[in-house]
């Protein structure tokens, strides 16, 4: 059954015994490498190493030593956690079991209920073809409960403005205030330039990038005939996927399309988790969060293209979007 056709006390009921219940016995009840929460409590002071975040070096330990040093902490106390939730018209796409709303339903709800059990509380801000609509950071299962509700009544868009990701990730820099976790939720399929806009959101809040995708807009199957519809303006074109020039088109295109978001990843400096609709949410997130601790512990590279700081740009503060 889709997560869609479910009412939200009964999916949270099923995530928690079909994938927080896993997690727990794979994890071991360790979320740590998920949530980080730095800034909490300093748990050591050690000599930097290639591509650690240079926000967390100890200046003062640095000036002494003559060589730089970084600071590392623990995620023992409350953690804010934001998600910032893309409902644009493509993310109702996928073509085959399920599709990427799906997938952002699910992965909400587990993440959502893992941080608020333990005590910290989470926030979302909802984007259509605008910013236009809070739910303010609290805690609680029923909270988690209040934001499905929120989710479900959002009706799919069939078309709408090009979408601007770039003024969403302005918007909630101005929205979120207090230091917290955040989890962009989108395809990124938006205009250039969104990366810059995530990184200064990045340089004041742990960011991950949490990117939704369906095989089929990576590679064009041979199904003949096809009437293909944009899935932001709706706009629609006869195309014959017979043609193998056509397919290897469709194909550079994506791959182009592809190196063009990890770069934006990259500079933006973020951890990006990618999540596709034929994908198991647990064997996602147990190989984001091995790709995460390793990084952690090492100083290694972003869990998918590296990490990377950048200089921010300023943004407008934002003041039409409701409260909930």
Do not use: C
Not at 45 to 62: F, G, H, K, L, P
Not at 72 to 87: G, M, P
Not at 103 to 128: D, E, K, P, W
Not at 315 to 322: I, Q
């Amino acid at each position: 059954m889709s997560s869609l056709t479910l009412n939200p006390e009964a999916l949270l009921k099923r995530l928690e015994w079909t994938v927080i219940r896993r997690l727990d016995g794979l994890l071991q009840g360790d979320y740590r490498t998920l949530f980080r929460g730095e800034g909490l409590d300093l748990a050591d002071i050690r000599e930097y190493q290639a591509n650690d975040d240079v926000r967390y070096i100890d200046w003062s330990v640095t000036a002494r030593m003559q060589v730089p040093y970084v600071r590392e902490y623990n995620a023992d106390r409350e953690i804010t956690a934001w998600f910032l939730l893309d409902f644009s018209p493509s993310i109702d796409f996928g073509a085959f079991e399920a599709k990427k709303r799906t997938v952002l339903v699910n992965f909400v709800t587990v993440m959502a209920r893992l941080l608020t059990r333990n005590g910290n509380r989470v926030g979302v801000i909802f984007y259509g073809s605008e910013t236009d609509h809070v739910i303010p950071a609290r805690g609680g299962r029923n909270h988690v409960l209040h934001i499905l509700k929120a989710i479900n009544a959002r009706p799919e868009m069939r078309q709408a403005r090009e979408t601007d990701l770039s003024r969403f990730f302005r918007d909630a820099f101005n929205i979120i205030r207090r230091r917290s976790m955040v989890f962009a939720v989108s395809d990124f399929l938006s205009p250039p330039g969104w990366g810059a806009v995530l990184g200064h959101l990045a340089q004041r809040h742990e960011t991950v990038a949490v990117r939704l995708y369906d095989p089929l807009e990576t590679e064009l199957p041979d199904l003949g005939l096809v009437t293909m519809q944009d899935a932001e303006t709706g706009e629609q074109i006869l195309v014959d996927t017979h043609d193998r020039g056509l397919r290897r088109r469709f194909a550079a295109k994506a791959l182009e399309r592809e190196e063009a978001m990890l770069a934006a990843f990259t500079d933006a400096g973020v951890d990006a988790l990618e999540v596709s609709t034929t994908d198991d949410l647990v064997d996602s997130l147990l190989r984001f969060a091995e790709l995460r601790g390793k990084r952690v512990r090492h100083g290694g590279a972003r869990a998918k293209a590296g990490l990377a700081p950048i200089q921010g740009i300023q943004g407008k503060r934002t003041d039409d979007v409701s409260v909930a």
